[in-house]
């Protein structure tokens, strides 16, 4: 049950014309009221054809009239309107289970306290078999104000409490922490202009897109510039920046002047102030192309970085920042990924930007690695190959499972929902990314000795889960993976146990393609070769006591070891 306290105002006749009207999409089936301040006397223009909605109006706006004839300063702002809707699952209540409900809503409110004889007048339509109205003004009996503070969380907690009495669907308690809800206005206007979003909405997913790929405040204002946004900016006498609203290009008001949205109303996280501390704590060291030659790539680097985030997750404080920076690798991730995967990442990123904020407060400079691998990424003029994207692709995928465990430890409900959404966009981005590769290794199996003896490395690495990896449709694929890895030095055992130990396979809907994904990340180097490492320190050693010796002045014969030389020149 949704009870959405909407903006007060000030024309209560105007809103009884809305609520016994048709509707904008002639939803108001049968408007008619099911409770009120006092039933006796009042005027129902649903059920009596001799009232009119200019004396129910007058009814209710009575002491509202009343204070304000007898102080100077009249009430302004004074009609309070709540809509409250049950799930569409749910089933139809009955006109009296409305009226109680509406009773609740009221008193947890404030507008109408138990035993309060004097509270606010106010009425409860039904509209239609899923949804009523309540509509109050705000002056009490006595000519008091009503104490209306804190009343959307009371009112939510009391609809939680109401789902329960009534047996209908169980929503998830709020924390203040979730974005603003788009307004009927909003939305209509959204249709009306042909834009697929609200203006928030669209201004939301703009700015996330800009963060990783800005350093700064300054750089973060001039991208949402370039990139279409209207910014409004507000500076200190010293010109430093203090904040900023942004602006959707045609979303104008009545005046045709172009309408802005402070940075904290479009999402509680999008604040200059907490912008300023994420990207100051993901400023690289040095640019993202100086490390080109790099035998890594950024993708790599990524699932390196995301690799140690179960083990960050330690500290309240640590573990939030890691989170909220993994929406904004995710994010990377998605711009640059290749078309046939953007739309399932794109749906994943979107569904986890709830679970990158909580109550906890972030500290940002822990999430470090990540943040430089999502400004490595969007800055990389290249594409991952089919085994990198693969490899990060099911790293996010497990990123993703361990923040969504961390907010259900902490009861985070609408973060670990929002994170469990984001998983199932992965997994579906995952197994497109993937599908490439197996293709390519099926094509080429082992010899049959060879795949019982990896079947037997299977057995001994990672007995648990070893009959559900041998029998896995991947499985000749991921015979393959070990023996390329063999061929370049590995240790097939070895490497199935780094890759079980990264990430646990109990909860792996396909175990070998974990495996599969996790051995080419781990395996895709040349094993070191310690004899050839230590012929290369050795040869490295005497090039540099050659080149000492000849700045000295002594020029050593082929044939005389430095160490000779050393003896002659002591006798």
Known sequence: MIAAIKQAGSNTRGLLAYLYGPGRHDEHLDPHIVAGFAMLGMPDPGRDENATLTELARYLDEPVRLRNGEFGKPVTEHVWHCPVRTAPEDRYLSDAEWAEIAQRIVQAAGIAPAGDDLGCRWIAVRLADDHIHILATTVREDGRRPKLHGSGVRVGDECRAIEKDYGLRQLKKGDGTGNRRPTQAEMHKAERLGWDQPSAEWLQDRIRAAIPHVTGAEEFVAYLEASGVEVQIRRGPSGDLLGYAAGRPGDVNEASEQIYHPGSKISPDLSLPKIKARLESGQPE?????????????WHHATD???????????????QAHITALGELLEATTQTAPAHLRDELHAASKAFTRAQR????????????????????????TGPDGSALAALVAALVWATIVARRWHEAKNHAHQADAARQAVQHLQTAADLALAPTLAELTARPPRDQARRVLASDVRAAVPDHAERILTDPAWPALATVPADAEARGHQPHQLLKEAAAQRELTTARQPARVLITRIQHTGRNPAPNRRAEAAR??????????????????????????????????R
């Not at 040095?286 to 950024?298: D, F, G, K, V």
């Not at 970085?305 to 997750?313: F, K, R, V």
């Open 286 to 298: 040095e640019h993202p192309t100086a490390r080109r030659n790099h035998p890594s790539t950024p």
């Open 305 to 319: 970085a995301l690799d140690t985030l179960h083990t960050d997750l330690a500290h309240d404080t640590h573990a």
């Open 358 to 381: 909580s109550q906890i407060r972030a500290e940002d400079r822990a999430a470090h690695a990540l943040r430089s691998a999502a400004r490595d990424i969007v800055h990389t003029a």
């Open 537 to 570: 320190r050795r040869s490295t050693l005497a090039a540099s006591v050659r080149v000492r010796q000849t700045h000295d002045g002594q020029f050593p014969s082929a044939a005389t070891t430095p160490t000779e030389q050393q003896r002659r020149q002591r």
